[in-house]
């Protein structure tokens, strides 16, 4: 993986993950551009089974070109498609920083993949174990019984995203949302992905918003994703990216306490419990200070 790949994961700076499709050099160029900290290029929804070669061919340039400070990862077909490993084949000579699975079942789907990477990165003379992995963990009904078993499944696992598009299709239902607000089978889906990242330690990745236009909304949504834990969300449109990045920053009173917790028990480094403007504060205060400030 290249440098900056692993210096943007490890200062917690994924916060925006915005599709690119891979039949679309002028729309990548254009992402590229932008702010987004990784840009997912698409061999998957956005291309039609008859440009599927084509876009292998044109994500392996993308990713052979100049590199910004964007981490760039490579959304396959899914497992059963049959299509995986072909997509692998194509775009791991490119070295991207990650591939990203749709509709992961398991820990089992991840250590397959795992274990093709292996093979490709011996190949290419890249480094073993340097390219990472994303689910979207919850595209399918079966999925979410999967979710409690992706912790340890894999040391390239970087994150649990849940999607609600294809679960919709999948469950069989007529609306997902309405108001703004999603439906209860949604939610289900959304918290215990959140949930299973919290127990794998990786990253959760809210879904995509799909109200362009509605750039409240977004803002609305995303600042409800941080408030629960999600660290970062997956984008389609250029637009969105400054909106997401901003509302995934720590307020100023959110900094200012956390660097209060924070000196207070490089103070007092034998004590587990310390008093804070009239509270009681604890590790578990300690961990959320230093999350906040993207330290670890």
Partial sequence: MPPHG?????????RSMLFVPGDSPR???????????????????????E??????????????????PHLLYVRVNALDTGMTLADLAAV??????GIVLPKSRSGDDVRQVATWLEAFEAAAGSTVGSTRIVCVATETAGS????????????????????????????????????????SPYRLARDLCLMAAAAADVA?????YTDIENLSGLEQETRAARRDGFSAKALIHPKHVDIVNAAFEPTEAERIWAE??????????????????GMMIDKPHLRAAK??????
């Avoid at 254009?30 to 956005?46: M, P, R, T, V, Y």
């Avoid at 078993?149 to 239902?173: F, H, I, N, Q, V």
């Avoid at 209060?260 to 403007?277: E, M, Q, Y």
Wanted: one cysteine or more; glycine letters at 12%.
């Fill in 6 to 14: 692993d210096d943007a994961q490890g200062a917690g700076l994924m």
């Fill in 27 to 49: 729309k990548f160029e254009k992402a590229s551009q932008g702010k987004a900290d990784a840009l997912i290029i698409d061999l998957e929804d956005s291309v039609v089974t």
């Fill in 51 to 68: 440009k599927k070669e084509e876009a292998r061919t044109l994500t392996l340039a993308m990713l052979r070109g100049p590199r910004g």
């Fill in 92 to 97: 791991m000579p490119g070295a991207p920083d």
């Fill in 144 to 183: 979410i019984f999967g979710l409690g078993t992706y912790k340890d499944c894999s040391p390239r696992l970087a994150g649990l995203m849940w999607g609600a598009e294809d679960l919709s299709a999948s469950l069989g239902a007529t609306e997902k949302a309405s108001g703004g607000v999603f439906h």
């Fill in 204 to 208: 959760p990745i809210d879904t995509v």
């Fill in 260 to 277: 209060k917790v924070i000196a207070a028990f490089a103070g007092n480094p034998d004590s587990g419990t310390l008093r804070l403007d």
């Fill in 291 to 296: 999350k906040i400030l993207g330290e670890r």
